[in-house]
C-alpha cells in the first residue's frame, strides 16, 4: 500500500487557498451502529418527529415498491407524482413545488439562484442554515432575538445596526421552539429581496398557522417544507420548496434535482389521507408538551424556555452549587446515552452558549416519563434500584 506524502507537501491545500467557514460544523448526530441497534433500544430525543411514528400506509407504501422493484429505476426528477399529490393538498398550482432531499438542500437551491448579498438570519438558529447560506456566495448577518426568542421586527433590527438585503426565518425555530407572527413575516416580505421561511416543523406546533397562503401575494416568498418531522421518516429525506410559480421556475433553473428520491413517488398518493394522524399527533402535543416543560423545569439545575413545538430548548447550569451528580452538559448527555436515551446538545449553535444547552423532543408520554425518570436519576446521582 502506498504511504502518503507527509503534510509539507500540500502547502497548497493550506489555509491561503481554503475560504473560512461561517459557521463551526453544526454537532452531528452519531446514533448507535446497525449491529448495535438491532442488540439494545434506545429511545431517540434527538430529532423533532411525530412521536405517533410512521404512519402505517407510509410503511407499507415503501415495502410495496421494493417489493416492485421501484429502485431498480431511476426517480423521475420532476418528481410529477409527488408534486400533483403536494398541489392537490394545498389547492396551489403543480408548478408551485419543488422537490428535493433535505431542507438544507433546499435552502441552497433558493440562495444559489440570487444574486450574492447580505442575508439575515435569526439566531440562535441551526448551524445549517449560515453554512448553505454562506456557501451560496452570501455574507451573513445575524439578527439576534430577545431574551423569548422571539423573532424581532425587521425595523427594530436594522434600527439597531443589523443590515440585510435577504432573510431566513423558521416557523417554528429550531432549537427555540417558538413560532413566528404572520405580521412580523410580512414586513419582512416588504423590507427584503427575498425571504426563506422553513416550515419543516410546522404540523407538530401549538396552534402554529402554515404562511404558504402568503406565496400566492408575495413572490419573494419562499416556503420549504419537509415530510421528514411530519410522518417521523427522518432517514428518507423528502422536502419540498412552495412559491409563486415564476419564482419556482428561476430556482429550477440552477437546482440540480438529481437527489430526488423514488420515495417522494411511493408516498405521494398517500399524503391526502393523513389528515387524522396529524390532528391525533396535535392532540397528544397539546398535552405533552406543557408536560414536559413542566417536569423538566422541577429537576435540579435545568432551565427550560418557552416551547411552542414537540421539541424544549433547555440549559444545564448547577449555579447553586448543588451536590449533583453530573458535572455539565456533555457529562449529562453521555449518561442519558448509557441509560438508552439519545438526546441533542447544541454545540456550535449560533447565539447559543457552549457547553450547557441542548435540546429535548416530545414523544408519548410513557417515553417522556422514562426520559425524566432517568434524567433525575442521573442528575441526582442515583442508581438503578435507588428509590427517588
Known amino acids: 500500500m502506498d504511504s502518503y506524502e507527509p503534510l509539507e507537501a500540500y502547502d497548497f491545500m493550506m489555509a491561503d487557498n481554503v475560504r473560512d467557514a461561517a459557521v463551526q460544523p453544526p454537532e452531528t448526530i ?8 438491532s442488540e439494545f433500544t434506545w429511545i431517540d430525543f434527538s430529532t423533532a418527529s411525530n412521536p405517533l411514528g410512521t ?7 415503501i415495502i410495496a415498491a421494493m417489493e416492485r422493484g421501484e429502485h431498480g429505476y431511476l426517480p423521475d426528477r420532476d418528481s410529477h407524482a ?3 399529490s403536494l398541489s392537490r393538498y394545498f389547492d396551489l398550482p403543480v408548478e408551485s413545488f419543488l422537490c428535493g432531499t433535505s431542507v438544507d438542500e433546499m ?15 435569526t439566531t440562535p438558529g441551526p448551524a445549517e442554515y449560515a453554512l448553505a447560506i454562506n456557501n451560496a456566495g452570501h455574507l451573513i448577518s445575524e439578527i439576534t432575538s430577545p431574551s423569548s426568542f422571539i423573532v424581532p421586527d425587521p425595523i427594530i433590527a436594522r434600527n439597531n445596526g443589523i443590515e440585510f438585503d435577504a432573510a431566513i426565518l423558521a416557523n417554528p425555530c429550531y432549537p427555540t421552539s417558538r413560532l413566528l407572527a404572520k405580521p412580523t413575516l410580512i414586513k ?15 404540523e407538530l406546533t401549538l396552534g402554529g398557522e402554515s404562511m404558504i397562503g402568503l406565496t400566492r401575494q408575495y413572490r419573494n416568498l419562499i416556503v420549504i417544507r419537509s415530510l421528514c418531522n411530519t410522518f417521523a421518516i427522518p432517514g428518507i429525506p423528502i422536502s419540498y420548496c412552495v412559491a409563486h410559480p415564476d419564482t419556482i421556475a428561476q430556482i429550477e433553473q440552477f437546482f440540480d434535482n438529481t437527489n430526488v428520491s423514488m420515495f417522494g413517488e411511493a408516498l405521494s398518493v398517500h399524503l391526502k389521507n393523513q389528515g387524522a394522524y396529524i390532528e391525533r399527533a396535535r392532540d397528544l402535543l397539546e398535552v405533552e408538551i406543557p408536560w414536559m416543560q413542566c417536569m423538566l423545569n422541577l429537576i435540579p439545575g435545568v432551565k427550560i424556555f418557552p416551547a411552542e413545538a414537540n421539541y424544549v430548548l433547555c440549559s444545564f447550569n448547577n449555579e447553586a452549587g448543588l451536590d449533583l451528580g453530573v458535572r455539565d452538559v456533555n457529562d449529562l448527555m453521555h449518561r442519558l446515552q448509557l441509560s438508552g436515551f439519545m438526546v441533542r446538545t447544541l454545540q456550535n449553535t449560533p447565539g447559543l452558549p457552549d457547553n450547557r444547552c441542548f435540546c429535548v423532543s416530545v414523544r408519548k408520554h410513557d417515553e417522556n416519563e422514562q426520559l425524566i425518570t432517568a434524567m433525575r436519576r442521573v442528575i441526582f446521582g442515583y442508581g438503578e434500584d435507588d428509590d427517588l
Open 30 to 37: 452519531l446514533p448507535p451502529p446497525a449491529e448495535l441497534r
Open 55 to 61: 404512519p402505517p400506509e407510509f410503511t407499507d407504501a
Open 82 to 84: 409527488l408534486r400533483t
Open 107 to 121: 435552502i441552497r437551491a433558493v440562495a444559489q439562484t440570487y444574486q450574492p448579498c447580505t442575508v439575515g438570519i
Open 188 to 202: 419582512y416580505l416588504q423590507n427584503c429581496k427575498w425571504v426563506i421561511l422553513d416550515e419543516s416543523g410546522i
